[in-house]
């Protein structure tokens, strides 16, 4: 019997509420953090980048659903100098493929516009990592390929919390992306610790599977 209600509560919710499927992409604001000994004289400013990329939401309830994602995002920042390191300037232009799988939970399911919050884990995969425009003074420096020289770790775990609304099929969200793990390959010399905080605005479009 409970076997039964169970199905016919899955049932109930598949029939309220199909899966939607969709794509999304905006502009990233990105920052990084940054620390160790290696950072001493380092700060970052914020560069803008993008997102896109596809998502699938999966309904568990009216008011709950998953939503796995698979997106490619640009997280670049620019470097400066301060005190000793006053005149240096450069930039890390980092690009990945995030897999995001978030839950999602309606807060205004039955209203148009649809309101709703987003919260979950990212893992994200390095793509291309390079340090660029380095400057210290009027001296150059050539840019550096740092997944090419084996310098940045080949991926990252993140997490992620979002504030959206969805009228029809379009819907606009806003989401921060907390990087946790550091990206640097530390060695005897080179010890900073660096994470990256993206903020992001994106437009999505979504449509449901038929009954």
Partial sequence: MTGLLTLGLATAAWAADPPTV???GGINFNSASLSGSSAAGLETTYKTGGTIGG???IPINPMFSIQPEVIYTTKSVKL???GSMSGFSGNIQADFVEIPVLVKINLTKMK???YYVVAGPGFA?????????QKFGSQTFPDEDLKAEDSVQSSDYTFIIGFGLDKGPLGVEARYD???RNLNK???????DIKFRVFSILGRWSFNFKK
Avoid: I, M, W, Y
């Fill in 22 to 24: 969709g794509v999304e």
């Fill in 55 to 57: 998502f699938v939401g």
């Fill in 80 to 82: 400066s100098g301060t």
């Fill in 112 to 114: 148009t516009p649809s």
């Fill in 125 to 133: 995969f390095t793509t291309t990592a390079k340090l660029t425009d």
């Fill in 178 to 180: 907390a990087g946790l």
């Fill in 186 to 192: 530390v060695t005897a010399s080179d010890n900073t």
